[in-house]
């Protein structure tokens, strides 16, 4: 006799995906999230460099307009790279106190991944693979892991 085995059914209804390629979701979503990115920037008391960079590497010009006029359209991979960063911002303020949780990207960290740097070195240097890794490092830390 084998029984079948099957998840139980959810409540809840998965939220539809946003699609980044769709012009729509972008414009939708750009100014948000370039308002949350200065933010973010100011918290982590980010130079203008370390900013640019996590940008994906903005030219100083640019970074000055989008940061005085935030009403324009992202592409898909900066408005990734956002999202991740807002992402790893939000776990760091649920799992820390508000100054470690904002200080914590540019601190040294002994974690595998970081090899010694600041987890800001490890994304400027590793891009937004790197974000998404650190993105999940934090998840699985607010999920108890």
């Known amino acids: ?30 100014r948000s999230a370039l308002k949350g990115f200065f933010l973010l920037a100011d918290a982590w008391n980010l130079r203008d460099e370390d900013a640019r960079e996590l ?6 010009s640019a970074f000055y307009e989008w940061k005085k006029n935030p009403d324009r359209l992202l592409e898909v991979d900066r408005i990734t790279r956002i ?6 911002y939000k776990a760091l303020h649920i799992l820390y106190g508000e100054k470690l949780a904002n200080e914590w990207v540019g601190l040294p960290n002994k974690n595998a991944i970081f090899s010694g740097l600041s987890p800001l070195a490890y994304m400027q240097a590793g891009g937004l693979l790197a974000m998404q890794v ?3 490092l934090l998840d699985a830390r607010r999920g108890g892991l």
């Not at 940008?55 to 100083?60: A, I, Q, R, T």
């Not at 999202?83 to 790893?88: A, D, F, K």
Request: hydrophobic residues 40%; proline residues 4%.
């Open 83 to 88: 999202s991740y960063l807002i992402g790893i």
């Open 134 to 136: 650190v993105r999940k």
């Open 1 to 30: 006799m084998s029984a079948a085995y099957a998840y139980p059914k959810s409540r809840f209804e998965p939220a539809a995906l946003v699609d980044l390629n769709a012009k729509s979701e972008r414009e939708r979503l750009s």
């Open 55 to 60: 940008l994906g590497g903005l030219s100083s």
